[in-house]
């Protein structure tokens, strides 16, 4: 469960001015159109409660909560409105000692009287909720929420979060939505949690297009939030909208805001599939210097290719060299090959493509007729030939390697080459 945050009502400021109320009697008033905590008058606790509230009340002053229990649990209130008044104070103190088990237990107990004054009860309502809600009893603590509502006349975004959270951690996302939205329409000021929920809840029912306009909503309200441009630019990716979700991407890039290796990776990588290899290569190569982006086999084989795709050979072979010698890959060996043969560095090309053959390869014809290439390419006719040959026992090059086997013979009895 997400930690619930609220602040506790100062225990002692809340009895002291309960204290203060209910040890005189307040006169009635017409109450005809007030609201029922208006309503419900204050009343004075018995001569002989009233000396152990008084009591227990004057241990807690001075710091001793356990003298101040067990004054009142020394206590044989008779009236209910006495066992209500105690039971409260005692349900605060448990809260306060962080014995929540027992504050349910005597906050139960008060609230149920339903006979406590009118501040008094609405606060052990409140908190009798907020506590159902800290123990998880997310189900129980729902109708006390709305109990104190309609108790106070009052409605406030944070008792909706809360009623939010309770739902969520049932997976009532139907309900969450429309607390969430109840909370947001009475807020004086955006209200990050709230938005917060609703996008929670549009995920968790896979209503992903509904999810983007919560978050087209937040960014500009949070612009400082960088979790949200990365969810925003992630929920433009699961919508397939790639191109907003790169403007998104390279703008919090551009802002500060993408701090790990995935978020990186997947601006280069959505730069690179809209245009802008090299740009994609740059910025992914500055993270890999800086320490942010591991430099391993993986991430140098997909530098190479940012810089393959961005037609810059000589550091698409170098990253693909590098990859290829951090895992001992014959396949990023036989792409390093072939980028330097392309590159017409044919003689450097040579023992890149016997490495991949070493190390090991799916179709070794693929290496040995790009040796075969690149033998030619050097006028080496003889080894050409030899390569050439081998490349035709496998199925995947036999067919190119057997349309090269005529010409590497005529240009060795051109070269008078004995082969």
């Known amino acids: 469960m997400r930690k619930v945050s609220f602040k506790s009502t100062s225990i002692a400021a809340a009895l002291l001015l309960s204290l203060g109320g209910s040890l005189a009697l307040v006169p009635a008033v017409n109450a005809a159109e007030k609201c029922e905590i208006d309503k419900r008058q204050s009343k004075a606790v ?47 103190f448990y809260a306060e000692k962080s014995q929540m088990g027992t504050a349910v237990k005597y906050l139960k107990t ?48 944070q008792i909706y979060r809360r009623i939010g959270i309770a739902y969520s951690e049932q997976k009532n996302w139907d309900k969450v939505l429309e607390v969430a939205d109840k909370g947001l329409a009475i807020s004086d000021k955006p209200d990050k949690g709230l938005y917060q929920m609703k996008l929670t809840a549009y995920f968790n029912q896979k209503k992903y297009p509904e999810a983007v306009k919560v978050l087209e909503t937040m960014v500009p309200l949070f612009q400082d939030d960088k979790r949200l441009w990365v969810q925003l630019a992630q929920f433009y990716l699961m919508t ?73 050979l000589k550091e698409a072979a170098l990253y693909y ?23 017409g560095k044919s003689k ?37 030939y030899k390569r050439c040959n081998l490349a035709i026992k496998d199925e995947k090059t036999a067919r190119s390697a057997k349309g090269y086997i005529s010409y590497i013979k005529e240009k060795a009895r051109i070269h008078n080459v004995t082969l």
Request: net charge positive; aromatic share 10%.
């Open 110 to 157: 008060a609230v149920d009287y339903d006979i406590l004054g009118g501040t008094d009860h609405a606060a052990t309502l409140r908190l009798y909720a907020d506590l159902l809600l800290q123990e998880k009893k997310f189900k129980e603590a729902i109708p006390y929420y709305y109990r104190w509502m309609e108790f106070t006349c009052k409605e406030e975004a």
């Open 321 to 343: 060299g590098k990859a290829a010698e951090a895992g001992n890959n014959g396949k990023y060996y036989l792409r390093q090959g072939r980028i330097l043969a392309l590159d």
């Open 46 to 92: 018995g001569q002989a409660s009233a000396k152990k509230v008084q009591k227990s009340f004057k241990a807690y002053q001075e710091g001793d909560i356990d003298g101040a229990i067990a004054v009142l649990l020394e206590a044989s209130p008779r009236h209910d409105f006495d066992k209500a008044y105690i039971a409260r104070m005692l349900g605060n």
């Open 348 to 384: 450097a090309a040579v023992p890149v493509l016997k490495k991949a053959l070493d190390a090991g390869i799916d179709h070794p014809g693929e290496a040995q007729f790009e040796l075969a290439l690149a033998y030619l390419n050097l006028k080496q006719y003889k080894s050409a």
């Open 240 to 312: 397939e909208k790639y191109t907003k979700s790169l403007a998104t991407y390279d703008l919090a890039y551009k802002n500060g805001f993408l701090e790990t290796a995935g978020n990186i990776t997947r601006l280069s990588q959505l730069l690179a599939q809209n245009g802008s290899p090299y740009r994609a290569a740059k910025i992914y190569e500055k993270h890999m210097k800086s320490g942010l982006i591991k430099e391993e086999e993986k991430t140098l084989a997909i530098l190479a290719g940012f810089y393959h795709t961005a037609k810059e």
